[in-house]
């Protein structure tokens, strides 16, 4: 005989009961990481506990232990606030973005850091760089990659000079949307936007808006901004943006690509130790003769490190003087890793490696 259906008061219950469990337990996890904390000595920051390598191995046994109902991006979401939490008692971590308020790199900050962590709104990619250079921020994230727009060319020009360190990397998913005073597309006559956000979504913009002015600026946000000025102006953003600045949704999920997705990097000052599951970037200098670029990639294959990108940039040193940027999986400290960099030396002119840091969780 089946058991009889619980009434609802009975479920209500059951979960109040859970839910003071939960509380007990965060608590209690709260109160081991005070301990991490007296551990490792008193006068630290939250940088000295951070430890990337540690939350990805973490995040990962969530996932693995994960069997439903809520989906892996979910629980991961859910335990990464908590230790954003945890880690934040004290000292939260101050993370560095390109701002205003409500762009998606801000977006980014709360996907890999949680909500405990200080956002600090920032008016360019460069100035990221230069406050966490200067220590004014403990991280900072920058966009570097677009699914459809391809790579963000003035954040790697930056690792040209900068003496950063990639620590971590995070995929998110891009939904453009158009926000504006007006509630219809009607009378509509300027569109800001990123110029990549503009460029995800100029076939939908062509064919609802054809005779729109199209006005790249810095950031979304900022032409958010611009629009809650203009009765006849809109802007492409997120739909956080629309409710910070209060305008309405005129369209969603506007974008060309229905997989439209742009991948950011974590920048520190330190290398961490391996994860388990990495990824390297290295930026490679070559003298311009015939075979250079095979010579410094053979080693690779020889060694069995998989490459997953390569992009060229102009080195900065000199007429058509090339540097390629390029991700291989594993982690810096691997054998074969290092057997590759041995065989590289004597072709590069420079081998700099940028940065080895866990792979994105969902």
Known sequence: MNDPKPSLGQVRERIDSIDRQIQELISERANWAREVARVKGEGLSAIDYYRPEREAHVLRMVVDRNHGPLSDAEMVRLFREIMSSCLAQEDPLKVGYLGPEGTFSEQAVRKHFGHAAYGLPL???????????????????????????????????MFLTSEARICGEVELRVHQCLLSQRESLAGIRRVYGHAQSLQQCKTWLRVNLPDAECIAVHSNAEGARLARHADDAAAIAGETAGKIYGLKMVAGAIEDRADNTTRFLVIGRSLFPASGNDRTSLLITVNDKPGALYDVLSPFAKHGVSMNRIESRPAHTGKWQYAFFIDVSGHIDDASLQDALKDMGPVATQVRVLGSYPVALP
């Open 123 to 157: 008016g360019s990619i460069e100035e990221v760089f230069q406050e966490v250079a200067a220590g004014h921020a403990d991280f900072g994230i920058v966009p570097v990659e677009n699914s459809g727009q391809g790579m963000i060319q003035v954040t790697l020009d």
